[in-house]
């Protein structure tokens, strides 16, 4: 039974370069949600998807950052033009319901490096 | 928004020892967990407990919703015990706390 599953593990880009970070959730989960870390910091909430839905984008940086979960496929986090303040560790989760009441199941994460 | 503070910030620990980690939180929430992030940076749930008491083997929380707390307690800690533990509450969106971060030496 496959966890949540992240791809790639690291991720190298140049300053301005589109970044692609991919999440594909546990089995039979249709909540996603994707976290960044900065070094030596906590998790920051970014964005709430269900499929084909965007629930809470509260955490999304205004420009640049994209996020869809499409009917078929894994959810897609997109930054586009990266600067080196994008650098940090990229988490998605997922779970059956919503957040509410039942537990989040994190990935391996995607760590992005911007150069 | 919602605020969770977790104390300490750092433990040391010497194989063996028990230790209690703590959350505090600023308003009411129907969910809080409590998540290890091992030296590798992988995050596991340890506990989904918006109230009451759970234990797994050596590990046990307890969260008062009533009076906005949760409590990690580890016992005879291990050196695989080692990395940082977060606390996140909320519904829909879980907020994280800056964590604790443990050392668990041999």
């Known amino acids: 039974n496959a966890g949540v599953m992240q791809n790639p593990r690291h991720l190298v880009r140049r300053r301005g370069q589109e970044a692609r970070l991919r999440c594909s959730p546990m089995?039979?989960?249709?909540?996603v949600y994707w976290y960044r870390q900065l070094p030596e910091e906590g998790l920051k909430f970014m964005v709430y998807?269900?499929?084909?839905?965007?629930?809470?984008e509260s955490g999304m940086p205004k420009e640049r950052f994209s996020a869809e979960f499409p009917k078929e496929g894994p959810s897609i986090l997109r930054i586009q033009q990266v600067v080196r303040g994008d650098s940090a560790a990229y988490f998605c989760?997922?779970?059956?319901?919503?957040?509410?009441?039942?537990?989040?199941?994190f990935g391996n994460g995607t760590r992005l490096t911007v150069t | 928004g919602i605020q969770v503070e977790q104390s300490p910030p750092d433990l040391i620990l010497q194989e063996g020892a028990n230790s209690t980690l703590r959350c505090n939180f600023s308003?009411?929430?129907?969910?809080l967990q409590w998540f290890h992030q091992n030296p590798w940076g992988q995050l596991i749930n340890l506990f989904y407990i918006p109230s009451g008491t759970k234990q797994n083997g050596r590990l046990s929380a307890t969260t008062v919703a009533t009076e906005r707390y949760s409590l990690l307690y580890i016992s005879s800690s291990q050196t695989t015990d080692s990395g940082v533990y977060f606390c996140?509450?909320?519904?829909?969106?879980?907020?994280f706390g800056q964590g604790t971060e443990l050392s668990v030496k041999p």
């Open positions: 089995k039979g989960h249709s909540h």
């Open positions: 996140a509450v909320g519904g829909g969106k879980l907020i």
């Open positions: 998807l269900q499929k084909e839905n965007i629930i809470d």
């Open positions: 989760a997922s779970s059956g319901d919503s957040s509410y009441n039942s537990p989040l199941h």
């Open positions: 308003d009411s929430v129907n969910n």
